[in-house]
C-alpha cells in the first residue's frame, strides 16, 4: 500500500514538472511572437513609405503627411522613371544575371559533384580548399585587381566585364552549399546507378540533379540577388550610360531627381518588382532548400 501511495506521488510530481515545464517553454514564445511582430513593423514601414510615396505628386509630398496615403494618387512618377531608358537598364540587368546565375550554378553543381565522389583524392580537395579560400576574399579587396584584369582584355564598359568577375565570386560559396546537399545523397543511390551501368555523368543528370533540385533553386536565387544588386563592379567598369544594369542607374536617377523624391522611388519599385516575383515563383523551393539541413 505504502509503495502504490509513494508511487502515486512520484507520478504527481512528475505531472507537476512537466506542467511548469510546460509553462516555462510557453512564455518564451509569447516574447518570441511579440519580437517578431515588432520586426514586421520595423520592417514594414519603409516599405509601406515607398509605396505611397511612388505614387504621390511632388507638391503633395512635402504638403502632407509622410505615411499618409495619396489622396490622388498618380502614376506620373512611373511614366517619368520608363521614359528615360529604364527599360534598357533593366535589359542590361537581366543580361548579366542571367549571364552570371547560370554559368556559375551549372559549373558549381558539377564541381560539387566531382569533390563529393571523388572523395580523398588529393588534387580535388586542393580544389576544394581553393573554392573556400575564396569565400575569404571580398569583392572591395580584389576590386583593383579585376579592374586591372578586365582593362588587359580589352573588357572595360561591356556587360561582360560585370558577369566574368560576378560568376567567380558566385561560384565558393555556391559550391560549398551544393557539395553539402550532394553529401547527405544516400551513397546506396550511386551505387545502384553504378550496378544499373550509368556512367558518372548520367548518375549527375539523371541522380544528383534532381535531389538536389531544392538546393540548386536556392543557391540560384540567393546568386541572383546579389548581382541584380551588385553595385561596386558595375560602378567600377562601366562608363557609358548606355551599358549601365539597374543599380548603377539608380543612383543616377537619384543624381537627376535629387529633388523628385517620389521619382527616386518609383524607381526603386519597379527595380525591386522583378525581385519579388522571383520569389513568389521560387519560394517553396528556396524554403525547402533552407530548411532540409534541420529536417534530415
Given amino acids: 500500500m505504502a509503495t502504490t501511495v509513494d508511487a502515486g506521488t512520484r507520478q504527481a510530481a512528475g505531472d507537476q514538472k512537466r506542467r511548469s515545464r510546460g509553462r516555462g517553454v510557453r512564455r518564451p514564445a509569447w516574447l518570441a511572437g511579440a519580437a517578431g511582430w515588432l520586426w514586421l513593423l520595423i520592417v514594414i514601414l519603409?516599405?509601406?513609405?515607398?509605396?505611397?510615396?511612388?505614387?504621390k505628386t511632388q507638391s503633395n509630398y512635402f504638403q502632407t503627411n509622410p505615411f499618409a496615403p495619396p489622396a490622388e494618387p498618380t502614376l506620373d512618377n512611373y511614366q517619368l522613371v520608363i521614359e528615360n531608358d529604364f527599360v534598357r537598364y533593366f535589359v542590361n540587368s537581366v543580361i548579366i544575371t542571367?549571364?552570371?546565375?547560370?554559368?556559375?550554378?551549372?559549373?558549381?553543381?558539377?564541381a560539387a559533384y566531382a569533390i563529393v565522389r571523388a572523395g580523398d583524392w588529393w588534387p580535388l580537395r586542393l580544389v576544394n580548399s581553393l573554392f573556400?579560400?575564396?569565400?575569404?576574399?571580398?569583392?572591395?579587396?580584389?576590386?583593383?585587381?579585376?579592374?586591372?584584369?578586365v582593362i588587359r582584355l580589352h573588357l572595360y564598359d561591356t556587360l561582360l566585364a560585370i558577369i566574368l568577375p560576378s560568376i567567380a565570386f558566385a561560384i565558393p560559396l555556391s559550391v560549398l552549399v551544393l557539395s553539402n546537399f550532394i553529401r547527405d545523397v544516400p551513397k546506396e543511390?550511386?551505387?545502384?546507378?553504378?550496378?544499373d551501368g550509368a556512367s558518372e555523368w548520367t548518375t549527375l543528370w539523371r541522380l544528383a540533379l534532381?535531389?538536389?533540385?531544392?538546393?540548386?533553386?536556392?543557391v540560384s536565387i540567393y546568386d541572383g540577388l546579389a548581382?541584380?544588386?551588385?553595385?561596386?563592379?558595375?560602378?567600377?567598369?562601366?562608363?557609358?550610360p548606355?551599358?549601365?544594369?539597374?543599380?548603377?542607374?539608380?543612383?543616377?536617377?537619384?543624381?537627376?531627381f535629387s529633388i523628385n523624391v517620389p521619382a527616386v522611388l518609383a524607381a526603386v519599385v519597379l527595380t525591386t518588382l522583378p525581385i519579388l516575383a522571383l520569389y513568389v515563383v521560387g519560394r517553396r523551393q528556396l524554403l525547402s532548400g533552407l530548411t532540409a539541413g534541420f529536417s534530415r
Fill in 132 to 149: 573556400l579560400m575564396g569565400l575569404a576574399i571580398p569583392l572591395q579587396a580584389a576590386i583593383i585587381p579585376v579592374y586591372l584584369i
Fill in 210 to 218: 534532381p535531389l538536389t533540385r531544392p538546393a540548386l533553386v536556392t
Fill in 98 to 110: 542571367l549571364g552570371a546565375v547560370v554559368p556559375a550554378v551549372l559549373v558549381s553543381f558539377m
Fill in 227 to 240: 548581382i541584380w544588386n551588385g553595385f561596386l563592379l558595375p560602378l567600377i567598369l562601366i562608363q557609358s
Fill in 46 to 55: 519603409p516599405i509601406y513609405w515607398i509605396v505611397i510615396t511612388s505614387f
Fill in 189 to 195: 543511390l550511386f551505387d545502384s546507378m553504378r550496378v
Fill in 242 to 256: 548606355s551599358q549601365r544594369p539597374l543599380p548603377l542607374a539608380l543612383w543616377s536617377f537619384q543624381g537627376e
